[in-house]
């Protein structure tokens, strides 16, 4: 292959673009969103979601009448609640989970630390703790910390990258001395899907506990926690969730746990009367314990809209939309760059992809200084992975082709320099 692109080849391209954006029902809400003109496309909504304008106002409005306004009267007057009120919101438009166990709070890391703690801490008549080589640095730093600090056995699945985490995979590794399996639901670099209830079965069965990281699934891909019988799950709001950079996090604990789970790092807030200033630390009731100190009420104002925004549109016409666009982004892949070399690191089954595709090729780092210099932006994974992320309410196909065709033409530059 020469890897030669004919006009006729692209125009078809833009063409399938140009109907795939007239027919998305979801097309009109990209409005919301503030696109600056010289972002020519935008393919790291994965990484950093793009602000709304609803939150522009919603900002300025916030710092004039509630905060300017009410000042300290403010927490009597609302804040106080926010991380589980706002916790209710997002478990109900996001996670498929009824009200009470989900928390606003923190950072995925921290809340990820406060329950892997709480998990081993609840059964120390099991001393193992089941994470995988593929997964996010952060899930496993922390892991291997808690491990040091509790004397517990970390049992490492090194997945295939082509698979992810697999049933089988998790069943080899559980056992009686299993008393927590930490996965992500959607693998960050591959994009690919974890079977989420045959695992979480699986892990029940071997009497453990499961914590899903749902970072790069949570406002892109439709959840039923409760169904699915999840015991823990933690996720990040400044992706698909659209909360900002440095967004809290949020933590899902199932309410059959409440009794038994206490987390480590017991601050006033999740006291049972924080202004009781008390001598001794009394855990609040239900999911209002895995709040520490005081809650980041500025930065939970923009989640707010987006999630506003995914009610109205609904999760399964997000989902069907991620869908659609991961596969156009591959059918223009297909065309436009395996033949320059290019492998495709992610399913092609949609079934098994989140709402990001990887491509491989050891000239991507170079290019992506390039690409981000020409307005389009995707991110660079080592060692050689460019990570295609479509954030499903923001982008459109017309924005998918413009990405890739500029990825076609710096790999093609870098090739005649
Ligand atoms: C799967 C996963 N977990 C955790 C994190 C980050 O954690 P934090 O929000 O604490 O930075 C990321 C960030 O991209 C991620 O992809």
Request: proline residues 7%.
């Amino acid at each position: 292959m020469t890897g030669q692109t004919t006009f006729d080849e692209l125009d078809e391209l833009a063409r399938r673009a140009a109907a795939l954006d007239a027919a998305d029902p979801l097309a009109a809400h990209r409005d919301a969103f503030l696109t600056p003109p010289e972002v020519v496309s935008y393919l790291d909504g994965n990484s950093l979601g793009r602000p709304l304008r609803a939150t522009r106002e919603r900002l300025a409005r916030f710092v004039e009448e509630e905060w300017g306004g009410r000042l300290i009267r403010g927490w009597d007057e609302g804040w106080m609640d926010a991380p589980t009120e706002l916790g209710d919101l997002l478990a109900r438009t996001t996670l498929g989970a009824a009200p009470g166990q989900t928390v606003v709070a923190d950072s995925t890391t921290v809340l990820i630390y406060k329950l892997v703690r709480a998990a081993a801490d609840a059964r120390p008549d099991r001393r193992e703790v089941v994470v995988d080589t593929g997964n996010f640095p952060t899930d496993r730093f922390v892991a291997e910390g808690v491990a040091a600090e509790r004397g517990l056995v970390l049992r490492w699945i090194e997945p295939d990258p082509a698979t992810g985490v697999t049933v089988d995979d998790v069943r080899a590794v559980v056992g009686p001395e299993t008393t927590l399996v930490l996965l992500s639901h959607v693998a960050y670099r591959s994009g690919v899907v974890a079977d989420l209830p045959a695992i979480t079965d699986v892990v029940h069965e071997a009497g453990a506990l499961v914590l899903w990281d749902l970072c790069h699934s949570v406002g892109a891909l439709e959840l039923a926690l409760d169904e699915d019988l999840v015991d823990l799950a933690v996720g990040c709001t400044y992706k698909y969730l659209n909360g900002g950079p440095g967004a809290p996090a949020f933590a899902y604990v199932a309410e059959r746990l409440h009794g038994s789970i206490r987390q480590p790092i017991q601050g006033w807030m999740g006291a049972a009367d924080p202004f009781a200033m008390g001598e001794r630390y009394e855990p609040a009731r239900g999911i209002r314990q895995l709040v520490s100190g005081t809650p980041p009420i500025v930065g939970m104002l923009p989640v707010r809209d987006m999630l506003a925004l995914i009610g109205a549109a609904g999760m399964p016409a997000v989902r069907e939309k991620s869908v659609a666009l991961t596969s156009y982004a591959l059918e223009v892949a297909d065309r436009l760059l395996l033949p320059l070399g290019v492998r495709l690191a992610s399913p092609r089954d949609p079934a098994r992809r989140g709402s990001h595709i990887t491509l491989d090729h050891p000239d991507f780092r170079a290019a992506t200084a390039d690409l981000w210099r020409r307005g389009v932006i995707p991110d660079f994974r080592p060692p050689d992975g460019l990570r295609i992320g479509l954030s499903p309410l923001s982008t459109s196909f017309a924005e998918v082709l413009a990405g890739l065709t500029a990825v076609r033409d710096v790999l093609c530059a870098g090739r005649t320099a």
